[in-house]
């Protein structure tokens, strides 16, 4: 069964740092593609970052030379770290891999950043 377990969420204060961390297990391929995506309560998911195997990344706007994307294809692993974060950043943070028509999805992790 494929799990993708996500950590490193947390309270942080606005203009602080956090490295979010996502780790696949039960699987015997590689993901095609790996990313990040964040929901606030009352509001669709929206995409943060998205990395496919290749080393191709798409950043939103709203954290382009903020937040970096990296995966480590071997571990299919994927991290988010998170500089200059703002009280708009605050959501549950959530992981995805996605493999042909298939998209596995992390439990996700809290992210509340302060003012």
């Known amino acids: 069964q494929v799990q993708l377990v996500e950590s490193g969420g947390g309270l942080v204060q606005a203009g602080g740092s956090l490295r979010l961390s996502c780790a696949a297990s039960?699987?015997?391929?590689?993901?095609?593609?790996m990313g990040w995506y964040r929901q606030e309560p009352g509001k669709q998911r929206e995409l943060v970052a998205t990395?496919?195997?290749?080393?191709?990344?798409n950043y939103a706007d709203s954290v382009k030379g903020r937040f970096t994307i990296s995966r480590d294809n071997a571990k299919n692993t994927v991290y988010l770290q998170m500089n200059s974060l703002k009280p708009e950043d605050t959501a549950v943070y959530y992981c995805r891999g996605d493999y042909g028509p298939y998209r596995y999805w992390g439990q996700g992790t809290q992210v509340t950043v302060s003012s």
């Open positions: 039960g699987i015997t391929f590689s993901f095609n593609a």
């Open positions: 990395m496919t195997s290749g080393g191709s990344t």
